[in-house]
């Protein structure tokens, strides 16, 4: 079993920049996917970046050139720098992983971008 455990989010102002991380526990495959995802109410859930276990890295158009996905390997952990946030980028944000042995999801954490 996998568990991923996300923080940093949270209240910012229009743009302003937060970074959140999200680090795997358990049994995790060295080769993997990892990235973030994110939901508002009554919508799905929208892909915003992800990066492979070899630092290959897929952005939504919507956060290209704001956003920047990064991991370290060796902790497990994912991070996603946020600039230049804007009201559309309130939702909740939920960390993924993804490897031949399963999909896993954090539980989710609240940015809100308001002033």
């Known amino acids: 079993q996998v568990q991923l455990v996300e923080s940093g989010g949270g209240l910012v102002q229009p743009g302003g920049s937060l970074r959140l991380s999200c680090a795997a526990s358990g049994s995790i495959s060295n080769i993997n996917t990892m990235g973030w995802y994110r939901q508002t109410p009554g919508k799905q859930r929208d892909l915003v970046a992800t990066?492979?276990?070899?630092?290959?890295?897929n952005y939504a158009d919507s956060v290209m050139g704001r956003f920047t996905i990064s991991r370290d390997n060796a902790k497990n952990t994912v991070y996603l720098q946020m600039n230049s946030l804007t009201p559309e980028d309130t939702a909740v944000y939920y960390c993924?992983?993804?490897?031949?042995?399963?999909?896993?999801w954090g539980q989710g954490t609240q940015i809100t971008v308001s002033s």
């Open positions: 990066i492979t276990s070899g630092s290959t890295t």
């Open positions: 993924r992983l993804r490897s031949v042995a399963g999909n896993y």
